[in-house]
């Protein structure tokens, strides 16, 4: 089985520093909903890794979570993609769960969930959490740079990246987007 992991905010719909806190806040990436599509088209099952601490801060609930999910689902149908599945992280940074990226609980789920060994599954994420996380379970980490993904470039190009843990894990892809990201493991992994 092919699989893809992807982090949602800054990947695949725009981000926020507030949150994004209801339905009409998840607006998705020009391109990023296609990307997800051609993704399917060549049998790639994709799953979503994405931490959502509002709900530990009290910003949204789990119907709220739903709501903006089910929005997304169906954008996705009308371009003819899927998630396949979705997991996210509910637990506020000092919780110190096992799920919160940059741990790998989350990602480690997914290979479970999927019966898929890690090594080299591409994984997609826009800050250093997303790809700590992707590349301590063994994935291939892509950065994209939207979102947060070019202050994430930015900084690990740092004189100091390496002292203050800026330094992006070894063999990171960088692509500008999703779609370019997608073309990228379509056409690499092939």
């Known amino acids: 089985m092919k699989l893809v992991i992807l982090d949602r905010d800054g990947v695949i719909n725009q981000d926020s520093a507030n949150f994004i806190k209801s339905p009409n806040e ?16 060549y049998g790639y099952r994709v799953a979503l890794a994405t931490n959502q601490s509002g709900i530990a801060r009290g910003l949204f609930d789990m119907v709220t979570l739903n709501a903006i999910h ?27 769960c096992r799920c919160r990226k940059p741990k790998t609980g989350m990602i480690d789920d997914i290979g479970n969930r999927f019966s ?3 090594k080299e599954v591409p994984a997609v994420g826009d800050s250093l959490r997303d790809l700590q996380a992707f590349a301590n379970a063994g994935c291939q980490p892509i950065l994209v740079l939207t979102g947060k993904g070019e202050q994430t470039l930015a ?21 500008n987007d ?13």
Request: glycine share 4%; net charge negative.
């Open 26 to 41: 998840w607006i998705p990436l020009p391109g990023s909903l296609e990307s997800i599509a051609l993704l399917n088209q």
């Open 70 to 96: 089910d929005k997304m689902h169906r954008a996705l149908a009308l371009v003819g993609g899927r998630i396949d599945a979705l997991f996210y992280c509910p637990h506020a940074a000092d919780d110190n």
């Open 116 to 118: 898929v060994e890690l």
């Open 155 to 175: 900084d690990s190009k740092a004189p100091d990246a390496d002292a203050k843990g800026h330094a992006l894990p070894e063999n990171t892809w960088i692509c």
């Open 178 to 190: 999703l779609n370019e990201a997608a073309q990228r493991i379509v056409f690499d992994f092939l």
